[in-house]
């Protein structure tokens, strides 16, 4: 069965920078299209950023010009790097592979940036 497992979240200041990794299992990686999604609390979980099996990314316009997503096949990896955060970033961090996983969600990393 495949899972994803997210690392990298933690405290920061504000303007600051995390990167946020999310490890695959499996063979067949390469071929997902992942994304990345975030849940305050007391709000609905939305999207941040997506990156194809090709690539190519999309984001949302809350974080676009201060988030990059990226992928390395070669580890089963995909990465999120937050640059200038600001508070209204905290939330927690959700990795999503597609809907046909018999599991498609990370268990979630705390970004909390604070000042």
């Known amino acids: 069965q495949v899972q994803l497992v997210e690392s990298g979240g933690g405290l920061v200041q504000f303007g600051g920078s995390l990167r946020l990794s999310c490890s695959a299992s499996g063979r067949d990686f390469s071929t997902y299209d992942m994304a990345w999604y975030r849940q305050a609390p007391g709000k609905q979980r939305e999207f941040v950023a997506t990156i194809t099996k090709r690539g190519i990314t999309d984001y949302a316009d809350s974080v676009k010009g201060r988030f990059t997503m990226s992928r390395d096949n070669a580890k089963n990896s995909v990465y999120l790097q937050m640059n200038s955060l600001k508070p209204e970033d905290t939330a927690v961090y959700y990795c999503?592979?597609?809907?046909?996983?018999?599991?498609?969600w990370g268990q979630g990393t705390q970004v909390t940036v604070s000042s």
């Open positions: 999503k592979g597609p809907y046909y996983l018999n599991n498609p």
